[in-house]
């Protein structure tokens, strides 16, 4: 392992790695735009700037291979000079605009500006105008007066997603970041992950554009759902000190946007377009209210009428969720798990519109927690005879009721609105991922965690508990 000295500090690099991946590798600070570690070296940003001890010339750190002994200086006065001129040139033509700019509070130009240059602009001509709202696609507006042309979007869309469906037209000051003619960047799968790439303000999301100031939102850690991938994501939503009394209330309970979080196990930095759009899946609307036969009734009076159900059945058969986290079903088994003949339904198949398989994350199984129902319970598709049952429970979604036996009792335990909801026996409404704790096991195996960011209504159940209630022996029994 080559020991090089970075400003006198010394850090043992890895033999095949860059100045920049050692710095950053080891917790040193670095400035860069164009650079990013999953990407190839564009070296065109110049401003990750250092000195080679005993070179009178700057060098940038991106592209320059570690080698035993080697010293570097990021703080010398030709650095800090060259630093501030690289920054004055990229803000020659950067319009002012962060008090409109959906990335002010996370932008690498505002940081820098203020790290390493502070000056008010050197320009004297008025600024270059180009395009502020072009279509980059359905899902992203390109501003092209913030971009600085580092190329990370071009270089994501070929060497990433593998779209190609991006590029730099023309020359010198007027060039522009333009979408393939064929629009395929409208098709990329993973296209929003450049609006996380680019490091200043010019890719900007249609479904959060000026939604709200990153500083009023929180994130959550939590796992993507809508694929056997199980993308670690934080789902952004406005922080309790921030909440808006006067506005929609929604807005206080609404996930206003969805980012990767980097799991090298799992998803690397990226999630494909599916995850970004959680929002308004866990938005769909909700079944809250507990009902006997479409009659509503009090969550414990239904609580309290399938637990006699399931006390009284001859041949009781439960229908589980792969939706369902280790933790419910853990709880199902120690609680349920005797009495019930148990196998494990599909809730969700995948749906025209969404995408295939491929090589980077997405999965065809659209559910997060087949692997671990798997583990402990047969398929019920091609294994369950259901004739002869006289109970189902049925947890989740995507169950046919038409195969329900002709007799049998029905318990439906769910958490969106469906018809079936009020023709079953009892309904009894359950949280979602985004009210509790939890975890889901990955196609390949990984356990990945969730954490709550709302509170669930009173009206309705945590699946967990319940199965411990529908289990309990009645006190006066
Ligand atoms: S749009 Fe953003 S990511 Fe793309 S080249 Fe411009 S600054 Fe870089
Ligand atoms: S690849 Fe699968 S788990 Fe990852 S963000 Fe997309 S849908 Fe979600």
């Not at 009178?56 to 650095?79: F, H, K, Y």
């Not at 900007?204 to 709200?212: A, D, E, H, M, V």
């Not at 259901?386 to 046919?400: I, M, P, Q, S």
Request: aromatic fraction near 8%.
């Amino acid at each position: 392992m080559p020991e090089i000295f970075i400003d006198g500090r010394s850090v043992q690099a890895e033999p095949n790695q860059t100045v920049i991946e050692a710095a950053v590798a080891n917790g040193i600070e670095m400035a860069y735009f164009c650079w990013h570690p999953k990407l190839s070296i564009a070296g065109n940003c110049r401003v990750c700037a250092i000195q080679v001890e005993g070179r009178s010339w700057v060098e940038i750190a991106c592209n320059m291979p570690v080698s035993e002994g080697l010293r570097v200086q990021t703080d010398t006065d030709l650095v800090k000079q060259y630093r501030k001129s690289v920054m004055q040139l990229l803000t020659l033509n950067h319009p002012v605009d962060c008090g409109i700019c959906d990335k002010a509070g996370e932008c690498k130009l505002q940081d820098y500006h203020y790290a390493y240059n502070g000056a008010p602009s050197i320009s004297v001509d008025p600024k270059l105008r180009l395009t502020k709202f072009y279509p980059l696609s359905e899902r992203i507006v390109l501003d092209n007066e913030r971009c600085i042309l580092c190329s990370r979007c071009v270089r994501f869309t070929h060497e990433i997603s593998k779209s190609k469906a991006l590029g730099i037209k023309q020359r010198g000051d007027a060039s522009v970041v333009r979408p393939a003619e064929d629009r395929s960047f409208d098709n990329d799968p993973y296209s929003d992950n450049v609006i996380d790439l680019c490091p200043v303000g010019a890719l900007l999301s249609r479904s959060f554009f000026y939604k709200s100031r990153v500083w009023y939102l929180q994130p959550t850690k939590s796992v993507c759902p809508r694929c056997a991938r199980g993308c670690t994501v934080q789902l952004w939503h406005r922080k309790p000190e921030w909440k808006l009394n006067a506005l929609d209330p929604q807005h206080n309970v609404s996930i206003e946007r969805v980012t990767p979080l980097e799991n090298p196990a799992v998803n690397g930095p990226w999630i494909c377009n599916v995850g970004r759009d959680l929002g308004p899946f866990f938005e769909r609307p909700r079944a809250e209210q507990a009902m006997k036969k479409g009659q509503p009734v009090e969550l414990a009076a239904a609580i309290e009428h399938a637990r006699r159900l399931i006390e009284s059945a001859q041949r009781p058969v439960a229908l589980l969720s792969n939706w369902g986290s280790n933790e419910e079903l853990d709880a199902f088994e120690r609680a349920l798990g005797a009495r019930f003949e148990a196998f494990y339904k599909i809730d969700r198949v995948r749906q025209p519109e969404e995408p295939v398989e491929d090589e980077l994350l997405v999965r065809d199984d659209k559910n997060p927690n087949t692997a671990a129902l798997h583990a402990r319970f047969a398929p019920y598709e091609g294994n369950a005879s259901l004739d002869a049952a006289d109970l189902l429970l049925v947890w989740g979604e995507g169950f046919d009721f038409t195969r329900v036996p002709h007799g049998a009792q029905v318990i439906l335990l769910g958490a969106w609105l469906h018809p079936e909801n009020a023709q079953v026996d009892v309904f009894i409404p359950i949280s979602i991922q985004t009210e509790r704790h939890g975890h889901y096991t990955n196609f390949e195996g990984v356990v990945s965690a969730f954490e709550p960011c709302f509170t669930k209504k009173a009206t309705v159940a945590h699946a967990e508990t319940l199965f411990v209630a529908l289990a309990a022996v009645p006190v006066n029994a």
